[in-house]
């Protein structure tokens, strides 16, 4: 009687052997929200970005690699305005100038908690209100 190995039975051996030799990574992923400001007055706006909210459910244990913002539409270079970053809170920010940020402050956080985006409209520019700013908030994170 010949003894015959299937490849299926190959490469479950193949791959038992490797998982036990192979270095561990942990996964990496990301979320994202988007919401748009209507901004109608020289004034502070708040938007909270809860990955839950927006139908992202994160792994336990997950940690923040990056985060960035990015803000979108032809008026929002008309403005003036000072912005600041939050996470899990208004008192864990970073301040930003300018239509985008890209930041690791927030590196080794909690993944799952909310951040809140501060717009605070300081001039109008050349622009009239209402002003409308999409905004995209992107949460790059790794988990065990």
Same mark, same amino acid.
């Given at each position: 009687?010949? $003894?015959?190995?299937?490849?299926? /039975?190959?490469?479950?051996?193949?791959?038992? $052997?490797?998982?036990?030799?192979?270095?561990?990574?942990?996964?990496?992923?990301?979320?994202?929200? @988007?919401? @748009?400001?209507?901004? %109608?007055?020289?004034?502070?706006?708040?938007?909270?970005? +809860?990955?839950? !909210?927006?139908?992202?459910?994160?792994?336990?244990? =997950?940690?923040?690699? !990056?985060?960035? &913002?990015?803000? =979108?539409?032809?008026?929002?270079? @008309?403005? /003036?305005? %000072? %912005?600041?970053? *939050?996470?899990? /809170?208004?008192?864990? *920010?970073? =301040?930003?100038? #300018?239509? +985008?940020?890209?930041? !690791? &402050?927030?590196? +080794?956080?909690?993944? =799952?908690?909310?951040?809140?985006?501060?717009?605070? &409209? !300081?001039?109008?520019?050349? #622009?009239?209100?209402?002003?409308?700013?999409?905004?995209?908030? @992107?949460?790059?994170? /790794?988990?065990?």
């Amino acid at each position: 009687m010949k $003894n015959r190995i299937s490849i299926a /039975s190959l490469i479950f051996l193949l791959l038992q $052997n490797l998982l036990f030799i192979a270095p561990t990574y942990a996964a990496s992923s990301y979320w994202m929200g @988007t919401q @748009t400001f209507q901004l %109608n007055r020289l004034s502070s706006y708040q938007e909270t970005y +809860d990955p839950i !909210r927006f139908g992202h459910n994160i792994p336990p244990g =997950s940690r923040i690699t !990056r985060v960035e &913002v990015g803000m =979108s539409g032809t008026q929002v270079n @008309t403005i /003036s305005a %000072n %912005n600041k970053l *939050c996470w899990n /809170s208004t008192t864990n *920010c970073v =301040s930003f100038l #300018g239509k +985008d940020l890209t930041t !690791r &402050v927030f590196n +080794d956080l909690d993944a =799952s908690k909310p951040f809140y985006f501060i717009f605070d &409209v !300081r001039s109008w520019g050349s #622009g009239r209100p209402p002003i409308y700013v999409p905004t995209t908030v @992107t949460v790059y994170y /790794s988990y065990p």
